[in-house]
């Protein structure tokens, strides 16, 4: 899969302990409607998406992740996006830098979406589904960024080049 971006938000050293992290993330589009969860913790808009478990295939997990986070049940993937590598200052663990790497895939959803399965902690955030414009989603979490709120993290970089990716390769050419 094509390689987006590697963001480093810490370069590794040769003394830091490093863990690795594959996620998979899913874009759903509607004309400029996009599928995005919203997290009150953050203030920010990120793609559908997660961890992979060990043992699991790439689509498997994406499949996984979409029916928790939103609901949906009939979801057909339709070609892969491309992936985000990123270096991040970890402090879990005994580890000093996660290396995550997010495979990001084209979906469709059909039908109406169900009752997210949300996990305690994504609760506790206040994470909700939404379709977004996605300039306008770009613009939220752009704001979000230059406000430098002490609740901003990582995430919302990695997620606002996707955001800006798709917009640019999709909305300017890519047929769903």
């Known amino acids: 899969m094509r390689l987006i971006s590697c963001l480093t938000h810490i370069q590794p050293q040769a003394e830091h302990r490093i863990a690795e992290r594959i996620a998979t993330r899913a874009i759903v589009l509607n004309g400029e409607q996009i599928l995005l969860l919203y997290t ?3 203030n920010d808009y990120s793609l559908p ?3 992979v478990d060990d043992g ?3 689509t498997e997990a994406l499949l996984r992740e979409l029916r928790e986070e939103t609901g949906a049940q009939q ?3 339709l070609a892969e996006f491309g ?20 495979y990001c895939y084209l979906c ?3 039908g109406e979406l169900g009752t997210p399965q949300l996990e305690d902690y994504e ?3 206040g994470m909700q589904v939404q379709w977004v414009n996605i300039f306008e989603a770009i613009a939220h979490n752009q704001a979000v960024m230059a406000s430098n709120a002490e609740s901003t993290g990582l995430s919302i970089i990695r997620e606002t080049l996707l955001l800006e990716t798709i917009a640019r390769e999709c909305l300017t050419g890519c047929v769903l």
Do not use: H, K
């Open 40 to 42: 009150r913790r953050y």
């Open 49 to 51: 998406g997660g961890g």
């Open 56 to 58: 699991e295939a790439l």
């Open 75 to 77: 979801i057909s993937i």
């Open 83 to 102: 992936r985000v590598d990123e270096y991040r200052p970890w402090y879990r663990n005994d580890i000093d830098v996660m290396f995550m790497r997010s």
């Open 108 to 110: 469709q959803i059909t």
């Open 123 to 125: 609760q506790a955030n």
